[in-house]
């Protein structure tokens, strides 16, 4: 699968999760400057701040819309998403989910 279908997937799968938190609103945007604790402790290493998980949510959304994605970027944003996920699934179900779709 190609970097662009595995980064509307895998935001998908992560509006999913923090939207279960309230984190996300239906747009799939940030409804808080600020994450839980629980949340910052799990993603502490791989994001400085919201602002860059609102950005990687955003680059995700304009996968999912059809925009244009350089290559890098969208290697990048899949990378990004995937150490996110990795994060914030527990692990068993994390690779459940990523199999089956």
Known sequence: ?????????????LERKLSERGLVDQ?????SPFLPTDIEEKLDGLIENPMEL??????ANAARRGEAL???VANATRLMIEEICNALFEP??????TRIH
Do not use: C, H, Y
């Open 1 to 13: 699968m190609n970097d662009i279908a595995e980064v509307m997937k895998l935001g998908l799968l």
């Open 92 to 97: 068993d179900e994390f690779q459940k989910i």
């Open 27 to 31: 747009n799939g945007d940030l409804t």
């Open 54 to 59: 609102e950005g990687i949510l955003r680059l």
């Open 70 to 72: 350089s290559a890098p």
